[in-house]
């Protein structure tokens, strides 16, 4: 029934690539590696984002905005940082007609330009903590761009904080890192594994990097969101210095986190079947599509259309906000509209017709599952609240049996490579290599570190190098 979207048996990428098109969620801009997001998958941004945002503020963070130029001597300060950013730098080097002095770099991240800036805030241990987060656009030159996966330009937010001591640094990467976790797990509907990652896949200047990794409905990895103890490394570069209790100078040390539009991607991949996008109902832009559906002008405009607007009200009520939608698409045959909102992957569709307008009911029909049930009008409210969770958990609970399935164990490199050819998924041994290693793995399987649970803490032999005392580390291909 799906039209123009290729079977993710057939065509993984194609299939992917046919949801956004035929659900309208984003189209290739002029500039290769960018993309133009359609009206459809902003909406879907803008609800993610405000899950999000509100979290940050439940927790004191603050919002604020720091400029798309970075000088480039600022990259230059931090020697890691910009030895992993380099590559994918966009550089401007004309403005206004002329050579500039200094070339001025599209920011790829901010944590070279917000530590310029602190290092003017904070002067006193008063001054402490910074808790600031900003909503904005970063540019990183993808040779093999994917909409919302890898685009050269995207969409994201990023914390960045300032503390007086290591423990408040720490205490804000992990909390960060749940706030991560329970919105993906809560809104999302996207289970996560929450780790830290190994030394060859951390951040450039991070002295630890923690993570959320899911897998999608191709058993790939995707890194979902990160968490990262920068130490005092950006502090000594950008002097960030502070007087203490004690009335010592000493450098500050900064934490950063975030997420970004690949987010959609990643509900695309996790919850979406042949016939197109399915969103889960608590970041779904519209919860509910209800269609009154009749041949008859009268009828439709006296009794079926007044009745669907009136159940948009209570459901809206009830849901907190605008979150329905009376679908008056009435040039449209009945079928052209179900199918319409079936592609756009709204959660519950509620269909209104004379027959149902007799018999005091209306049909509710799920896009999970494409199940339909006839409910009474006045039990309309408490059960459509009532099917929006069931299908949340419906899909939680899939997302999770099916990364079950697929995650394994191996003892050797032989095994790790068997089940990364044959099975995919996730394979967890124990670790303990170097990032040379890590390199040595990937060339020859294909697979990288996800990350070393953070909630699994038993130990083991290393499967590469045998060395004892290493920890439970997830492998697998991933985006």
Known sequence: MARNITPKETDY????????????????????GCMVIRPTGYSLWESIQKHFD???????????????????????????????????????????????????????????????????WIQSWRDLPILINQWANVMRWEKRPRLFLRTSEFLWQEGHTAHATEEEAMEETLKMLEVY????????????????????????????????????????????GTSHFLGQNFSRAFDIQFQNQKGEQEYAWTTSWGVSTRLIGALIMTHSDNDGLILPPRVAPVQVAILPISTNDSVMEEQLLPRALEFSDKLDQ???????????????????????????????????????????????????????????????????????????????????DFRIANTFSASTLEELKVIVEEKGGFVET??????????????????????????????????????????????????
């Open 181 to 224: 976790r329970r919105i993906m797990t809560e809104i999302l509907a996207i289970p996560v594994i929450v780790g830290e990652k190994t030394a060859g896949e951390r951040f450039p200047g991070a002295v630890n990097t923690y993570t959320c990794e899911a897998m999608m409905s191709d058993k790939k990895a995707l890194q979902a």
């Open 54 to 120: 509100d979290a940050f503020k439940e927790t004191g963070h603050v919002n604020a905005y720091f400029p798309v130029l970075i000088p480039n001597s600022f990259l230059e300060k931090e020697a890691e940082h910009v030895e992993g950013f380099s590559p994918e730098c966009a550089v401007v080097t004309h403005a206004g007609g002329e050579l500039l002095e200094e070339p001025l770099v599209v920011r790829p991240t901010s944590e070279t330009v917000i530590g310029h800036m602190y290092s003017k």
């Open 318 to 400: 009830m849901l907190g906000g605008r979150f329905t939608f009376v679908d008056k698409q009435f040039h449209m045959r009945p079928g052209d509209r179900f199918f319409y909102h079936l592609q756009k992957g709204v959660p519950l569709r509620l269909e209104l017709g004379e027959k149902d307008l007799a018999a005091g009911t209306v049909r509710a029909v799920r896009r999970d599952t494409g199940s339909k049930e006839d409910i009474p009008f006045e039990n309309v409210p408490l059960r459509v609240k009532a099917l929006l969770e069931d299908i949340h958990k419906n899909l939680y609970t899939r997302a999770l």
């Open 430 to 479: 124990y670790f303990a290599g170097t990032p040379e290693e890590e390199k040595k793995i990937r060339e020859e399987t294909g697979a990288t570190p996800r990350c070393m649970p953070l909630n699994d803490t038993c130990t083991g032999t290393c499967f590469l190098t045998g060395k004892p005392h290493a920890r439970k580390t997830i492998f697998a291909k991933a985006y």
């Open 13 to 32: 990428s194609q299939w992917y690539l046919d949801i956004i098109k035929v659900a309208e969620l984003a189209d290739y801009a002029p500039v290769r």
